[in-house]
């Protein structure tokens, strides 16, 4: 079993829809990260949270530390948000446990 | 600011050649990470580095990949011998002392041919 185990793999959407992507980890962490992967390979950290939520323009995340659960939410999708989506957990040792990631593509 | 910086982008390499991957941290940050990510899967830790030291190499293949992040310049990771199973898309992040966020580069795609 994966420490950090994403869901959905894949998702379609229309343009406009309100996009949910979960994320569940088992290890111990003090902050969570979700990435973003664009179709040329290049990551981008979305963001980093430890409690509550966070809002970026379209994008929102939650976790609830308790449940180890988090998600990331888009509201109002558009075509330029097709991407992979990662979650990714720091261990105590720094190292990063990755999800194997959602492919999200956004259809006008 | 410069972000973490990767070079080159594209590497093609023979089978038995080296591959030498370059990654210049943000400025300041002292804390390097190596991550792999293989066709059709998701990023995998290869070591964690500070300057002049090897924190952890655990997720590195144990034979011919090997990583420096000396006190001057950038951080190398080096794969002698190069297979075609080690053509992948190589990851670069850095982060400042004490911080859980990471930076993370453009990558460094190498093909074997």
């Known amino acids: 079993k994966n420490e950090v185990e994403q869901s959905p793999q894949n998702l379609t959407a229309q343009e406009g829809e309100f996009i949910t992507i979960n994320c569940s980890y088992s290890?111990?962490?003090?902050?969570l990260h979700w990435l973003q992967q664009h179709p040329g390979g290049g990551i981008v950290s979305l963001f980093m949270?430890?409690?509550g939520k966070k809002k970026h323009g379209r994008l929102i995340a939650t976790i609830n530390i308790q449940e180890k659960h988090s998600s990331l939410h888009i509201t109002a999708s558009h075509p330029r948000d097709s991407a992979v989506y990662i979650c990714?957990?720091?261990?105590?040792?720094?190292?990063?446990?990755f999800g194997t990631g959602t492919s999200l593509t956004v259809i006008p | 600011n410069a972000g973490v910086m990767q070079n080159p982008r594209h590497l093609v390499r023979r089978r038995g050649q080296e591959a030498r991957l370059r990654c210049s941290p943000v400025k300041g940050h002292s804390h390097v990470y190596w991550y792999r990510q293989l066709p059709e899967e998701g990023l995998k830790f290869m070591v964690y580095l500070q300057k002049e030291n090897i924190i952890d190499e655990s997720g590195m293949p144990k034979e011919r990949f090997s990583a420096e992040f000396p006190k001057e310049g950038p951080s190398i990771l080096r794969i002698q011998q190069v297979v075609r199973g080690d053509s992948a898309a190589y990851f670069c992040?850095?982060?400042?002392?004490?911080?859980?966020?990471?930076?993370f580069g453009a990558g460094t795609r190498l093909s074997v041919l």
């Open positions: 290890v111990g962490i003090s902050a």
């Open positions: 992040a850095s982060s400042p002392v004490g911080a859980d966020i990471q930076y």
């Open positions: 949270l430890s409690s």
């Open positions: 990714a957990a720091p261990n105590t040792g720094n190292q990063f446990y």
